[in-house]
T-cell receptor, first 109, second 116 residues
């Protein structure tokens, strides 16, 4: 399974942008980059995914480096509800998700 | 659609007892997954079904664990002769088809097992 590296924890102030980094230097050409988050006492939920191009949705933006060896999840205005563990996962079609420990994001009021 | 539902949400049992968890996936989803999560760790894959067929099992799924999806709808995960090391959150998820380029895996809220 392709491996990702994320910081253990990050802090942000409420209403400020948050950039959550993920390194995946061994990514293969068929690996999609997925981000999930897990709020306290809940199961993980989908945030965003992409292959090569940057992606935007109502929750976040995903910026993918040109060489695809790293990516950044961008929360444009952090709210207290965004406090969660964020997982960056690489997956090819037909594989199953392998979750690492993720990044625990704290949002300060 | 109410999403993926799991039952019970919490289970406390004594070591050596058997426990069973149930998962009802999103109705049109043909794939169903079981994960286990311990404190401070990400979810670990246990097994998955496509319809009623169990297609993959992790080496984490010891012979005390058995999962079924008899009619390709709900699934059960049974743990026999529970041990304290089985204490964890058991998460169920479902998807339509293989995840990858389709993106979304939908998780339930989990069943928390405490083995005394």
């Amino acid at each position: 399974d392709a491996k990702t590296t994320q910081p253990n924890s990050m802090e942000s102030n409420e209403e400020e942008p948050v950039h959550l980094p993920c390194n995946h230097s061994t990514i293969s050409g068929t690996d999609y980059i997925h981000w999930y988050r897990q709020l306290p006492s809940q199961g993980p939920e989908y945030v965003i995914h992409g292959l090569t191009s940057n992606v935007n949705n109502r929750m976040a933006s995903l910026a993918i480096a040109e060489d695809r060896k790293s990516s950044t999840l961008i929360l444009h205005r952090a709210t207290l509800r965004d406090a969660a563990v964020y997982y960056c996962i690489l997956i090819s079609h037909g594989q199953n998700f392998v979750f690492g420990p993720g990044t625990r994001l704290s949002v300060l009021p | 659609d109410t999403g993926v539902s799991q039952d019970p949400r919490h289970k406390i049992t004594k070591r050596g007892q058997n426990v069973t968890f149930r998962c009802d996936p999103i109705s049109e989803h043909n794939r169903l997954y079981w994960y286990r999560q311990t404190l401070g760790q990400g979810p670990e894959f246990l097994t998955y079904f496509q319809n009623e067929a169990q297609l993959e099992k992790s080496r984490l799924l010891s012979d005390r664990f058995s999962a079924e999806r008899p009619k390709g709808s709900f699934s059960t995960l049974e743990i026999q002769r529970t041990e304290q090391g089985d204490s964890a959150m058991y998460l169920c998820a479902s998807s339509w088809g293989a995840i990858g380029n389709t993106g979304e895996l939908f998780f339930g809220e989990g069943s928390r097992l405490t083995v005394l």
